[in-house]
């Protein structure tokens, strides 16, 4: 496994292979990988000869007083999970050199960064289709892998290659969930012990939402309702955000729910921040 970290190393590292006719499958990371990411990473494997992960904390998708500066950074095992799993090549950027003195330039897509996870976190969807699309240009692969556990965040940068015609296709991979539920993210590192026997019951809101569903609940007040008092069982949350949402425009859902919708949550425990979702109905 390679590891480089000046962006035009990267790209020419992508352009050899593709000369020599090898797909190249992209995994963008900020690092702290988890199974979530490793899942990725296979599926990547799965489809191309070459695999690329960049790890990058993106200092442009973080508000002011967000965990930027505190994000988990274990390089030394996140070197090793990508060994072991047969990742080609690791690309870890500079920030000076990701963003240049001067930087002026951001992606904005309209409308769907608007909601939810947009309505709360500022700069983060700026920040994410920002440094999606610098990622993109240094690493021209031909397949680019993103979680379901960021719906909206796979919708905005399928959006943002539609819309700019970025040659790459995206592929979107399961919600990897620890044995009680948990959605797997770098975040939950933060979780107190205490804190992470609580954790699961932001999916299980999700699933006593799916639930109303499945019995016959077609508004989506009577779906979120039955989420959210769930959820209030579990006081140490601190909810967001917990709607039903459109699965491709995030606007909110209208009855009658078909169960294609997303079920779509973000609450803070303590300190951490938890993001889920679900589709209604299963597959
Ligand atoms: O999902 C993430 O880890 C990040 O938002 C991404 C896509 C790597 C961009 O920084």
Aim: hydrophobic share 40%; aromatic share 8%.
């Amino acid at each position: 496994m390679e590891t480089v970290s000046r962006p035009e190393d990267a790209r020419y590292w992508v352009l050899a292979c593709q000369d020599r006719k090898e797909r190249v499958g992209l995994v963008p990371t900020m690092g702290a990988l988890h199974e979530g990411h490793l899942s990725l990473v296979r599926a990547a494997r799965n489809d191309c000869e070459r695999v690329v992960v960049s790890i990058f904390v993106n200092p442009a998708q973080f508000s002011p007083g967000e965990d930027l500066e505190t994000y988990p950074r274990p390089r030394q095992r996140d070197l090793e999970l990508c060994e072991r799993e047969g990742v080609d090549l690791v690309f870890e950027p500079l920030r000076g050199d990701m963003y240049l003195p001067g930087h002026s330039t951001y992606v904005h897509v309209e409308g769907l960064s608007a909601g939810l996870e947009g309505a709360h976190r500022p700069n983060f969807f700026r920040g994410v289709a920002t440094v999606v699309l610098k990622l993109f240009h240094i690493l021209p692969a031909d397949v680019a892998y993103f979680g379901r556990k960021d719906a909206q965040q796979l919708a905005v940068v399928r959006r943002m290659v539609q819309d700019l015609f970025v040659p790459i296709e995206i592929k979107a991979c399961p919600t990897v969930r620890e044995p009680d539920g948990l959605a797997m993210s770098s975040r939950n590192a933060y979780l107190s012990p205490e804190e992470r026997a609580a954790a699961p019951a932001l999916y299980q809101a999700l699933m006593a939402g799916r639930r109303a569903f499945l019995s016959g609940a077609r508004d989506p007040a009577a779906v979120t309702e039955a989420a959210r008092r769930r959820l209030a069982e579990e006081e140490r949350f601190l909810l967001q955000y917990l709607e039903c949402v459109d699965a491709e425009t995030f606007q909110p859902a209208v009855a009658p729910l078909s169960g294609r919708e997303l079920l779509a949550t973000a609450a803070f425990l303590g300190s951490t921040r938890l993001i889920d979702n679900i589709q209604l109905q299963e597959g």
